[in-house]
């Protein structure tokens, strides 16, 4: 079976063909950095990056590309209430960020661009623009002329009679005096007194939203790309402007995919601050509820679905992953005693027809629009019997009574975690270290994560006394940083 999957463009299920043969390049919107990630990042980060490990599962090279938006008004606005500035707001943020997709098992992307770093990319791309007369300065600021783009609208459906509310982004009657038309949007906005600005041949000011993700996608991937993925809010304007401006500008098609994922609610209703119901996935996470068990609840559904949030599903969920993660785990307990060879191969044992046939189910429930419910399904199958069995080790019974059934069930183990891993969940216990039980040493590595992220943060904003004392603070708990090429840092227990 081909995978196939549906594209908002066409409004279709179709069959997956990359541009290239064996490469997927795929671009995902990332995250506005001015404050924690909360629910709403989690399903969409999660979702894709199944997507991603599916296509490497499946044999592709897949170039994943996530931005970050740290310049916007929402960042400016929280600096200038803390009394600080973009930079360190948008710093912190984007560590507390890392470490939240490293507690949630979400690879990091091959590339993470910023629009600070891609100025002259999004500048170079405005000009383009201009040149074509697709778009026009007006006293510093540059706009988009969306009359000039045949089109415009493909992507959500809406009639430009439908778009007054939210196409540009600021509705000040000042800006809107500037525009030759109602609906155009903002490419570049010129600098107001004590806003922080970037120098343009239109004046000192900084891009629009839209204009930034145009240029990261053309300046890291190329003119078109495989997949460009979002979260249904973006469908409309900041899809349906990347569009406009990507193609007047190259007169090809930006992506030939666009996915979307659906949003979550939280008992029923749209999760909001005004409403009380927003969660943040820190709070989450330290509430209790394991990363694996978040995963499995965003799993169980369709991600173009919404996704209702309740304390009834996360704990039905939590009841599920305990299951599963006894089955997974069960090599890691008692493997060596079962006779399991450490590093032996899932071919090397021969599958039988019945796990045969399961992997052929679970590829073709990932092939059926990332169904990951159905996927899911046969994980569950898969685990019965080695549920079963960890319990009983775990009840005291011995793993030499459990002979050739032992023998029988080391091959579906295996496949259990071959496809697990496609899933991003691994088995919790397996992170337990010698002197502390399996939560209290994952939360000890996600906190030395946090500080390192938190170094990290602080040298990006100069602050290199607070990036001194982290380094000796861990240095004392007996953890050695070792910081290596292109800002990555790692850890040893001295």
């Known amino acids: 079976m081909t995978l196939r999957l549906t594209n908002t463009l066409s409004r279709r299920c179709e069959p997956f063909e990359p541009l290239e043969p064996g490469k997927v390049t795929i671009y995902c919107c990332g995250v506005t950095v001015y404050d924690l990630c909360h629910l709403g990042h989690a399903r969409s980060y999660i979702v894709w990056d199944v997507l991603r490990r599916y296509l490497l599962w499946s044999g592709y090279a897949v170039t994943f590309v996530q931005n970050f938006t740290d310049i916007d008004d929402k960042i400016l606005k929280r600096a200038e209430e803390e009394g600080s500035s973009m930079a360190v707001v948008s710093e912190r943020n984007i560590a507390a960020f890392q470490a939240d997709m490293g507690a949630l098992h979400i690879l990091p992307p091959d590339r993470m661009p910023r629009?600070?770093?891609s100025l002259d990319a999004i500048r170079?791309?405005?000009?383009?623009?201009?040149?074509?007369?697709?778009?026009?300065s007006a006293d510093g600021d540059v706009y988009f002329a969306v009359m000039r783009q045949a089109g415009y609208g493909k992507l959500s459906g809406r009639t430009l009679e439908d778009q007054q509310e939210g196409a540009s982004g600021r509705t000040k009657e000042a800006e809107e005096a500037r525009k030759r038309h109602p609906?155009?949007?903002?490419?570049?906005?010129?600098?107001?007194?004590?806003?922080?600005?970037?120098?343009?041949?239109?004046?000192?000011?900084?891009?629009?939203?839209?204009?930034?993700?145009?240029?990261?996608?053309?300046?890291?991937?190329?003119?078109t790309i495989d997949i460009h993925l979002g979260g249904?809010?973006?469908?409309?304007?900041?899809h349906e402007n990347e569009i406009a401006q990507s193609e007047a500008a190259s007169g090809q098609p930006l992506a030939r995919w666009w996915l979307h994922n659906g949003m979550v609610n939280v008992g029923g209703e749209k999760m909001s601050k005004s409403l009380g119901n927003f969660t943040t996935i820190r709070a989450l996470l330290e509430s209790g509820v394991s990363p694996m068990t978040l995963r499995l609840?965003?799993?169980?559904?369709?991600?173009r679905k919404p996704l209702d949030f309740t304390?009834?599903?996360?704990?039905?969920?939590?009841?599920?992953?305990?299951?599963?993660?006894?089955?997974?785990?069960?090599?890691e307990r008692h493997g060596a005693a079962l006779g399991w060879g450490a590093d032996r191969e899932l071919a090397s044992l021969?599958?039988?027809?019945?796990?045969?046939e399961a992997r052929g189910r679970f590829a073709a429930a990932m092939d059926d629009d990332l169904n990951t419910s159905a996927a899911v399904a046969v994980l569950f199958e898969l685990a019965r019997p080695l549920r079963a069995l960890a319990n009983r080790l775990e009840r005291g019974g011995s793993e030499t009574e459990a002979g050739g059934e032992a023998a029988d069930l080391e091959p579906r183990w295996r496949l259990l975690m071959e496809l697990a891993g496609v899933l991003g969940l691994e088995a919790e216990a397996a992170n337990a270290s010698a002197d502390g039980t399996p939560a209290e040493a994952e939360a000890a590595e996600t906190a030395i994560q946090q500080r390192i992220e938190e170094r990290r943060a602080a040298k990006a904003a100069k602050d290199f006394a607070t990036a001194d004392r982290i380094r000796a603070e861990l240095a004392a708990e007996g953890i050695e940083l070792i910081d290596r090429?292109?800002?990555?840092?790692?850890?040893?227990r001295s």
């Open 115 to 117: 629009a600070t770093r």
């Open 124 to 136: 170079g791309l405005i000009g383009e623009l201009e040149a074509k007369g697709a778009a026009y």
């Open 183 to 223: 609906f155009d949007f903002a490419l570049w906005k010129g600098a107001k007194p004590g806003e922080p600005s970037f120098p343009s041949p239109w004046g000192p000011g900084r891009p629009g939203w839209h204009i930034e993700c145009s240029a990261m996608v053309r300046e890291e991937l190329g003119t």
């Open 232 to 238: 249904a809010d973006l469908i409309f304007p900041h």
């Open 297 to 303: 609840f965003v799993l169980q559904a369709h991600y």
């Open 311 to 331: 304390a009834e599903a996360l704990a039905a969920a939590a009841t599920g992953w305990k299951g599963l993660d006894a089955a997974l785990g069960l090599g």
């Open 350 to 356: 021969g599958a039988s027809e019945a796990l045969d």
């Open 485 to 492: 090429p292109g800002g990555v840092t790692d850890w040893v």
